[in-house]
């Protein structure tokens, strides 16, 4: 009867289009090897499915509301009263936790779940997270959870490459390597490598470490901030701020005028990738060694709480 008392309940808690995200969360879940661990998995289901793979469009009509976290309805889980950790896995949907885990998180159910409640953030996605998980700090923030860790996974290809594989996976659902370009998405040993996370876990609670402040993760590589990208982020999300904000005045998902509007936007953005883009990786390379403390104290705060 004693070893049930102190038995921890964790519930890991994503949406997953592609599958690799529930895979991660799998190599972690793995690294649980407690008797005294009781783990619960639970799948975000939005009320009205996205699709995978994307059509061009489709991909496209969900940008204002991802940017602007509008988020959707999603199902009821059918959850314990009380968990002793919450791992929140998402992926990223244009510099933004993607739509349904935010229409989870603005649920009275989700308020209910994370108030005093330790969580995990785990993100599975291209490069770019940061923009991502500042929303996602305020998210948690406002539902009164406390974050202890956050736990980053990135694609295996180098960020030029990954502007043309990735949304060739998601618009195709290929994502073997071809050409000159390396395969799509997070790499199978660094998936595999995951369940270390999960490992140090079981330790934290036996010692019952999630109860402090946290972090429980310090040490184990969780994030590795790329600094050359902080600046490209956020130059990216004030565009897509601006272009967003623009495109949901135009007309609502599916119209015509929408459909209009990301037509445009698609030509801009492609000119901004061929030309802008390469341009502001090489002033950025350039003038680097003049900001380089700037760009490490960045780096530091972004890689808060578990570091590397």
Known sequence: MQKEKNNKKILILYYSQSGQLTQILNAIRGGLR???????CQAITPVTPYPYPWTFYQFFNVFPESVLMDGCPVRPLALAEHYDLVILGYTVWFLSPSIPVV????????RKLLRDTPVITVIGCRDMWLTAQEKMKRLLADLGARLLDNVVLTDQGKSIYTFITT???????????????????VAAEEIAAAARFGERLSQALAADAEKGEGPLLSGL?????AGKLIATERIAHRSFLIWSRLMKKIGPPGSLRRHMAITVYAVFLLCLVVTVV??????????????????ARMVRYYEKPSGR
């Not at 229409?103 to 989700?110: D, I, P, T, V, Y």
């Open 34 to 40: 407690s008797e005294a661990i009781e783990c619960d």
């Open 103 to 110: 229409g989870f998180l603005r649920s009275e159910q989700a």
């Open 278 to 295: 390469p341009l502001n990786m090489l002033i950025r390379k350039i003038t680097a060694p003049f900001y380089k403390e700037s760009i």
């Open 221 to 225: 590589g969780a994030v590795n901030v």
């Open 167 to 185: 949304p060739r996976w998601m618009l195709t659902g290929k994502k073997n390597a071809f050409w000159c370009f390396p395969k799509a998405g």
